[in-house]
């Protein structure tokens, strides 16, 4: 898969009010760092940031030959409390024959069969903890829910991952658990008492 680029241009953060400037301008400061390197103050426009923020992906960076063809994953990012603008981004510069600890998202799939006999699915985790090259990151992990009936529970360590993904969270976290609705519930539990009170006039 073709991976984004970021244009990106070095910045002189010791200057007063340079940060300030640059986002006026339609800029983000930022910061690349990583094993064996120097933290490296770098910019870059706020809509190219906005497209990519939220990926877990390899990106790699052009522009000045000093950080041009480092790959790069998005490390963290604030964003202004009222604008809601991103106002400063860290990047993490990788080495891709090594293995890091990446989020993902989970994705779910499928109707359960629980769902079709009444139940409601309650969806508990939204991301999962894994450990993989930087090259093999899934942009999502798809959780088939189709075989899953009332009162059943799926964990992360019923997740099937890709080759060369392992999983890091704690295998025993609840991911999705299908339980009965209130209404069907309700039902079952008027069920229960009217049979009761059938057996009680039986027994009379």
């Known amino acids: 898969m073709e991976r984004t680029e970021l244009q990106v241009e070095l910045r002189d953060s010791r200057k007063k009010g340079a940060a300030r400037r640059l986002r006026a301008a339609g800029g983000v400061p930022a910061v690349l760092y990583g094993p064996n390197t120097n933290p490296i103050s770098i910019s870059l426009r706020h809509r190219q940031l906005e497209r990519v923020v939220e990926s877990n992906q390899l990106m790699d960076l052009v522009g000045d030959p000093s950080v041009a063809g480092r790959p790069v994953l998005v490390k963290d990012f604030q964003r202004d409390s009222v604008s809601q603008q991103i106002v400063h981004c860290d990047f993490y510069a990788v080495d891709t024959s090594r293995k890091i600890q990446v989020t993902v998202p989970i994705?779910?799939?499928?109707?359960?069969?629980?769902?079709?006999?009444?139940?409601?699915?309650?969806?508990?985790?939204r991301e999962i903890e894994v450990r993989c090259l930087p090259t093999s990151i899934p942009s999502v992990v798809n959780v088939d829910v189709s075989d899953m009936s009332l009162g059943d529970s799926l964990h992360t360590e019923d997740i099937p991952l890709p080759e060369?993904?392992?999983?890091?969270?704690?295998?025993?976290?609840?991911?999705?658990h299908i339980i009965a609705s209130r209404a069907?519930?309700?039902?079952?539990?008027a069920e229960g008492a009217a049979a009761k009170e059938e057996g009680?006039?039986?027994g009379s």
């Open 200 to 202: 009680d006039a039986a």
């Open 164 to 176: 060369g993904i392992e999983l890091v969270s704690d295998p025993k976290l609840a991911v999705a």
């Open 107 to 125: 994705h779910f799939v499928g109707k359960a069969k629980g769902v079709e006999l009444g139940g409601v699915i309650e969806n508990l985790l």
């Open 184 to 189: 069907s519930a309700s039902a079952a539990a």
